[in-house]
């Protein structure tokens, strides 16, 4: 089965570039999608097809891709910011709908 | 702006069945794919279901093939999933959510969420 992979956690200081990554095989043809997660709460869309920002996505959310990776840059990074980050994407037919395992932003 | 909620969640029994709907308002609902995606407790995010706009395209996650079911009722704009021989791995919290403008069926993405409804299994 399509896995994407994440690392787990990744911490930052107050006003740093925090960069969490995705890998998959299928990447190069299929699109990244990232969502955050605060505790509690429902997930929420932050960069869709790779580099997209939805309107009320604060700026300082980017995402990139080269090959088999995708990346979700968070720069200046703000203590609200603190969340479960998970990538999205699909297999290359499309039929295998994935989620990474997550990566916990810790930003202290 | 999409509003999603979720309704049926609660405490069964391994073997049980439930019914879980999502009630859609603030956009065509007959025009968007629909799709569940669960959350284990302290876990991560896993597609369960997809439903096309008209139901002709439906499709399953491996671990729920054959037990779940999904359907629409584009008349009342509901959501609904049919979970069958529930087991302790089916707990968590069910989404409901709504595909995004840009989405294809072999090239969906979950736009809009509900807060999710918790369905425990436990003896």
């Known amino acids: 089965s399509y896995e994407l992979t994440q690392p787990p956690s990744v911490s930052v200081s107050p006003g740093q570039t925090a960069t969490i990554t995705c890998s998959g095989d299928?990447?190069?043809?299929?699109?990244a999608y990232w969502y955050q997660q605060k505790s509690g709460q429902a997930p929420v869309l932050v960069i869709y097809?790779?580099?997209k920002r939805p309107s009320d996505i604060p700026e300082r959310f980017s995402g990139s891709g080269s090959g088999t990776m995708a990346t979700l840059t968070i720069t200046g990074a703000q203590v609200d910011d603190e969340a479960d980050y998970y990538c999205?994407?699909?297999?290359?037919?499309?039929?295998?709908?994935?989620f990474g395992g997550g990566t916990k932003l810790t930003v202290l | 702006e999409a509003h999603l909620e979720e309704s049926g969640g609660g405490l069964v029994k391994p073997g049980e069945s439930l019914r879980l709907s999502c009630a859609a308002s603030?956009?065509?609902?007959?025009?968007?794919?629909m799709n569940w995606v669960r959350q284990a407790p302290g876990k991560g995010l896993e597609w369960v279901s997809s439903i096309g706009s008209s139901s002709s395209h439906v499709s399953y996650a491996d671990s729920v093939k054959g037990r779940f079911s999904i359907s629409r009722d584009n008349t009342k704009n509901f959501l609904f999933l049919q979970v069958n021989n529930l087991t302790a791995d089916d707990t968590g919290v069910y989404y409901c959510t709504r595909v995004g403008n840009s989405s294809s069926w072999y090239d969906l993405y979950f736009e809009s969420w509900g807060q999710g409804t918790l369905v425990t299994v436990s003896s």
């Open positions: 097809e790779d580099t």
């Open positions: 299928a990447l190069p043809k299929k699109y």
């Open positions: 999205y994407s699909t297999d290359i037919s499309g039929r295998q709908r994935v």
């Open positions: 603030g956009f065509t609902f007959s025009s968007y794919t």
